[in-house]
């Protein structure tokens, strides 16, 4: 019997600096196929398992991408890693962003913080598919501005959509500015700034727990049904497989039901969100 | 399902059979008036007639600490239990929560072999005033049990719902009888019953109902009814290195849900901070999120909960004032 459990090895191809804390890791993945959305498990072995969002997009092949915080006890081990050493992984879990049943709409990502990592393989999936999909709108906010993840991409992103970048505060610890002349406040101050009726697009969202129900209170001010908005929920899920009960919430699991859920299937969930 | 009949003496013997082969697990005393579930290879040890046992049979399927995979210089290897088990003398409840956990855990692979290694001798019970396993359906013998073993004045009837069971009672020392029985079950006047099909109905749309606010304030957050109850199955994971070696274990081991950090994230977010939501949780799961999943509650109503809570708490009435009463 296949052990449910039991992470393959891996090596960390190559790692890249994108904030004080946060890493992105790139680990060999050959014949892996995942969706935008879903997560792995990953081992140090002896230090610990974690759920880790996969930031790349499908059609990268060969690898797959992991943005990592450092915040916890694996995430402080593989902070200390380099290139060439190996971990373990297993994987893919729950269920990603729906595209089958959105194509030809149009889209609005709103990412806080960490909750980039996942929505940006769903954005770099819609960019490559373009054609397939409606105006693309990605709202972006971070505490500082050196809390910015992904700042190479930038570029790009404005070009092939509408990408506005907010940031909590431009002033350094010590209240001197830090030099940062883009938008500043959070990230729902943006919906402004959109320059098309969002009425009929899809919204996605990922984020600290405090910014959902702020983001979804936009969504629908904006017109956008319950069942057109999608959220990334986090929770500790560390079995995976739907045992360990650490990511129940009632009646739903986010390790197999999501981590992406339609909003219209969790609002009346208590927890949720 | 036709009876066989076994005396105490060939009963004894029967015993010693079953130890040659497996370990035995068994009822017995401890201390003046307590019960346990415990290892024996000797009759005398075991007590047929008890009222429920403190420690719960789920002890020896998901043990409290269970090494999962060993490391060392790299490797991971997985680790399987061989130990071949026979649990003997359990209650019909108690076998229900086997059957019950078998639903969640029969493709964990330690759990499965765990499992078809297994003996599983069950006894007929007397409830008692904490016993609730009409209500939640679990009054009825499932269909796991190797050999089940009546009480029938002086005597046993043993019946046998397997091939492995079916096996045993072919021994010189079973009776041939005339007693044919359709269907094991125990029938009896529940204190409380509580109408679990109902609660489960309500239980979520019931989220600020006053009996959550009201049992979470006399409730300690001790996790004592989750560790006694017999499919309370959720569990942590750990990894240990050994200090002199690069060799290490990854250890699974028992949790609950009512414990402080139980869904707490990295970064420090708590999503249940408040007792009250982590009291609630134990319900939700038992009552509604499995019934969801299997068709049927994760409690087998041994009253385990109830017997051993230190602050007083009776679950039927919570579940009485969620609808169930």
């Known amino acids: 019997m296949e052990n449910i459990y039991k992470p393959w090895e891996t090596k960390i191809m190559s790692i890249e600096d994108m904030t004080c804390d946060t890493k992105v890791f790139r680990l060999e993945a050959k014949k892996f196929s995942y969706m935008p959305g879903q997560f792995v498990e990953l081992t140090i072995p002896g230090v610990g398992e974690a759920p880790i969002s996969i930031t790349s997009a499908p059609h990268e092949k060969g690898y797959i991408d992991l943005c990592v915080r450092r915040v916890g006890n694996v995430t402080e081990a593989l902070h200390r890693m380099k290139a060439g050493d190996r971990v373990w992984i297993r994987g893919p879990y729950g269920v990603g962003f729906p595209f089958e049943s959105i194509k030809g709409r149009d889209i609005v990502y709103v990412a806080g913080g960490i909750g980039m990592a996942p929505l940006r393989s769903s954005i770099n999936y819609v960019l490559k598919h373009k054609s397939e999909f409606g105006k693309i709108t990605v709202l972006y906010g971070a505490r500082t501005p050196g809390d910015l993840l992904f700042k190479n991409e930038f570029e790009r992103w404005a070009k092939e959509c509408t990408f506005l970048v907010s940031v909590d505060t431009d002033k350094n610890p010590d209240g001197t500015p830090c030099g940062w002349t883009g938008n500043v406040g959070v990230v729902t101050t943006l919906f402004d700034k959109i320059p098309y009726p969002i009425k009929d697009a899809i919204g996605m969202v990922c984020g600290p727990p405090v910014m959902y129900k702020f983001v979804i209170k936009k969504f629908r001010d904006s017109g956008m049904p319950d069942n057109a908005i999608y959220v990334s929920l986090e929770r500790h899920m560390k079995c995976g497989v739907g045992k360990c009960q650490h990511c129940q919430i009632n009646n739903k699991y986010v390790c197999l039901d999501g981590p992406v859920f339609n909003y219209a299937e969790v609002k009346e969930l208590p927890e949720a969100i | ?325």
């Open chain 2, 1 to 325: 399902m036709q009876g066989k009949k076994i005396n105490k003496e060939n009963l004894k013997k029967f015993f010693a059979e079953i130890t040659s082969q497996y370990t035995v697990i068994a009822p017995m005393k401890k201390g003046d008036k307590d019960f346990i579930y415990g290892e024996t290879d000797t009759f005398e040890d075991v007590c047929l007639e008890y009222p429920t046992t403190i420690t719960p049979i789920k002890k020896y399927l998901l043990p409290y600490k269970e090494k999962m995979f060993s490391f060392e210089r790299g490797k991971m290897r997985e680790e399987i239990p061989e130990e071949k088990l026979a649990l003997f003398g359990l209650h019909i409840c108690d076998i229900n929560a086997i059957a019950r956990l078998d639903m969640v855990l029969w493709n964990d692979p330690a759990y499965k072999a765990r499992r078809e290694n297994m003996l599983i001798i069950g006894v007929s019970c007397t409830p008692n005033d904490k016993c609730f396993c009409k209500s939640v359906h679990a009054n009825v013998l499932p269909n796991i049990c190797d050999v089940f073993l009546m009480q029938h004045e002086k005597d046993y009837i043993a019946y046998s719902h397997t091939e492995k069971g079916r096996k045993l009672l072919n021994s010189f020392l079973f009776e041939h009888t005339n007693i044919e029985i359709k269907e094991i079950k125990v029938e009896y006047n529940e204190q409380k019953h509580i109408d679990i099909h109902r609660v489960g109905e309500r239980i979520l749309k019931d989220y600020e109902n006053p009996v959550w606010a009201e049992t979470a304030k006399r409730c300690l957050g001790c996790a004592n009814c989750t560790v006694v109850c017999p499919l309370c199955y959720c569990y942590d994971v750990v990894d240990n290195t050994y200090v002199h070696t690069d060799e290490g274990e990854r250890v699974r081991c028992w949790d609950s849900c009512l414990l402080l950090n139980f869904a707490r994230v990295a970064g420090g977010h708590n999503f249940r901070k408040d007792l009250k939501a982590r009291y609630r949780n134990v319900y939700t799961h038992k009552f509604r999120t499995f019934v969801d999943e299997f068709g049927v509650p994760s409690c087998v109503g041994c009253g385990r909960c109830i017997t051993f809570c230190p602050a007083g708490i009776d679950m039927r009435e919570t579940l009485g004032k969620l609808g169930g009463a």
